[in-house]
């Protein structure tokens, strides 16, 4: 059996999850009378203190939504370069919201107020309307990299000053939750919106939450029907959501110790040139020039682990809940023994 670390979403749900699922009671949601997705949806907006929730199919979902219902046609954006929202949403801000992008480089696809400040766009004619702010938490291509609430209070700062809404790409917020010990509440006092993802680390099969304002979360279920995301007996699937936040959210400080052995276990290699700081369940590494990621990957794969590049000479590893010790060990075993494929 081969060792998954392409993502933290190749997990299967525990016998647990399943039990609860397969007794779970379930209506019509689109009714609005599926007794476990209303749970879910009010369970989630009260842990981060906020007024109202919807659950959707995917984190893509949630923040394409969450983009619409903030702008208007033609308003701008800001957002890191390396932003899961532009770079792997198919250009959903363009399709959906008909709305442009700015694009700052922060450091490891972190913004900083300054950067929000310097990319607001001027009050002319001939720009767009800066509108709206998203950052991610934790980030995907800065290796899993996250926030500090006083970070993230300063750039809400300049939102306020100029009239911004801010939004938080939070499929992987629990994975910062668990290492900083900051409160969720603190987060649904400082964002407008949140979204954060069930199927990554809490190990659900599928699912994310939209978290905001009862008036925000009106208007983004309707543009949730009007995209085709209206879904009726969901309350199986909002039964492993309830689950995950009760059982699987302290449990991802072993995904992150994990990570941080397989960083040691990759220093040692010398093919690897780089390891991107390790913080959470996210290991990037680069490799020497002439190693091509995918000839690595490719070399990885017959060797029973799967992984994914992440650049020319990146590869991505990720832990998740199925990702064990007895597996950390295999892999070991396989690192030392070499991948190196020459180009």
């Known amino acids: 059996m081969s060792i998954d670390l392409r993502s933290d979403t190749v997990t299967k749900p525990t016998p647990a999850m399943l039990e609860a699922m397969f007794t779970a009671e379930v209506g019509d949601d689109v009714l609005g009378d599926d007794p476990t997705v209303k749970a879910l949806e009010e369970k989630a907006a009260r842990l981060f203190g906020m007024e109202a929730a919807l659950f959707c199919t995917s984190g893509t979902m949630t923040n394409?939504?969450?983009?619409?219902?903030?702008?208007r046609p033609g308003n701008d954006v800001i957002c890191d370069q390396l932003s899961h929202v532009y770079l792997y949403e198919g250009g959903g801000i363009a399709v959906n919201s008909l709305a442009s992008v700015s694009l700052p480089q922060g450091?490891?696809?972190?913004?900083?107020?300054?950067?929000?400040?310097?990319?607001?766009q001027p009050d002319d004619l001939h720009k767009p309307v800066t509108r709206l702010v998203c950052?991610?938490?934790t980030v995907n291509k800065g290796g899993g990299c996250y926030y500090k609430l006083p970070e993230i209070a300063a750039i809400r700062q300049v939102c306020d000053e100029h009239g911004l809404r801010l939004h938080?790409?939070?499929?992987?917020?629990f994975n910062a939750l668990v290492e900083t010990g900051e409160n969720p509440e603190a987060y649904g006092a400082l964002f407008d919106s949140i979204s954060?993802?069930?199927s990554k680390g809490l190990g659900c099969p599928v699912g994310s939450l939209l978290l905001g304002s009862a008036e925000f979360i009106?208007?983004?279920?309707?543009?949730?029907?009007l995209m085709g995301g209206g879904w009726r007996q969901a309350g199986y699937l909002a039964a492993a959501g309830i689950y995950a936040l009760d059982h699987h959210v302290n449990r991802l400080k072993l995904d992150h110790a994990r990570a941080r052995r397989i960083g040691q276990m990759l220093a040692e290699l010398p093919e690897v040139e780089e390891i991107y700081p390790i913080e959470t369940n996210i290991v990037i590494f680069r490799l020497s020039e002439n190693i091509l990621a995918a000839d690595y990957v490719a070399t990885l794969a017959s060797k029973g682990i799967l992984a994914v590049t992440f650049g020319k000479h990146l590869v991505r590893f990720v832990t998740h809940l199925d990702?064990?010790?007895e597996q950390l060990g295999e892999l070991e075993l396989i690192l030392k023994k070499g991948v190196v494929t020459q180009s």
């Open 323 to 325: 990702f064990t010790d």
């Open 107 to 120: 450091e490891r696809g972190k913004l900083t107020a300054t950067l929000v400040r310097d990319h607001i």
């Open 135 to 137: 950052l991610e938490n």
């Open 196 to 198: 954060i993802c069930l």
């Open 218 to 225: 009106k208007q983004a279920r309707r543009f949730r029907k």
């Open 64 to 71: 394409q939504l969450a983009i619409r219902v903030h702008t």
């Open 168 to 173: 938080l790409d939070g499929a992987r917020l």
